[in-house]
Structures are given as C-alpha cells and as structure tokens.
C-alpha cells in the first residue's frame, strides 16, 4: 500500500506565501520523478512543476515561474512547493503526483494524493 499525502493549504490574501508538502508512505523502494498539478473549479489538472529523481527541478508552467520552487527531500519521502507572491489565480486544489516502484515488483506506477486546497483571496 502507496499512499501521497498533501498538506499545507489554506486561505491566503493575494500576495502572501504557502508551503506545500507530500508526504509518501508504505513500501516503497524507489522513487523517480514527482510533481505537483493543481485543479481549479471546472478546468483540466495542469502540471505545475516537476523534480526529478536527484533532486533538480525540470519543469514550471510559465503562469508559476519566478513565483514557486519545487524540492524534495529523498531521505524523508517528501516533497515540497513553496509558494510565492501568489494571486487569485492560484487558487485550486493542489495534487502530488510520485512515480514510483514498491518493494517486490519490477516496475513503476503513478501515484495520485488526494489534495490540498489553496485559495487566494482578500
């Protein structure tokens, strides 16, 4: 059993900070790449940022750059998104995504957490 879990959203006034983070848990033996989507009401899941396995960040949608910086700590399982200078455009239920490998198998899989919602508004 995999399980992604968010934490860290809230209501925030335009122009304020949040730090996101998901935590992985279970049998886990290895994870690759893992990002961070977001949802707003009646819109498609957009990819926000991307990490990869070492660490490096390999992609931000352009409405993000400048703005947000992803992270991840392999040793704790985690992954972060620190959110700045936000506006109410932002506002959207935030998922963790992981491609991962659990213990005894010979493959990856994506993994989905349940969300985390951010709002911005004054």
């Known amino acids: 059993q995999v399980q992604l879990v968010e934490s860290g959203g809230g209501l925030v006034q335009p122009g304020g900070s949040l730090r996101l983070s998901c935590a992985a848990s279970?049998?886990?033996?290895?994870?690759?790449?893992m990002a961070w989507f977001r949802q707003a009401p009646g819109k498609e899941r957009d990819l926000v940022a991307s990490i990869s396995s070492g660490g490096f960040p390999m992609e931000y949608a352009d409405s993000v750059k400048g703005r947000f910086t992803i992270s991840r700590d392999n040793g704790k399982k985690m992954m972060y998104l620190q959110m700045n200078s936000l506006k109410p455009e932002d506002t959207a239920v935030y998922y963790c995504?992981?491609?991962?490998?659990?213990?005894?198998?010979?493959?990856?899989?994506?993994?989905w957490g349940q969300g985390t919602q951010v709002t911005v508004s004054s």
């Open positions: 995504k992981a491609f991962l490998q659990q213990y005894d198998t010979d493959y990856y899989r994506y993994y």
């Open positions: 279970g049998r886990i033996f290895r994870i690759n790449t």
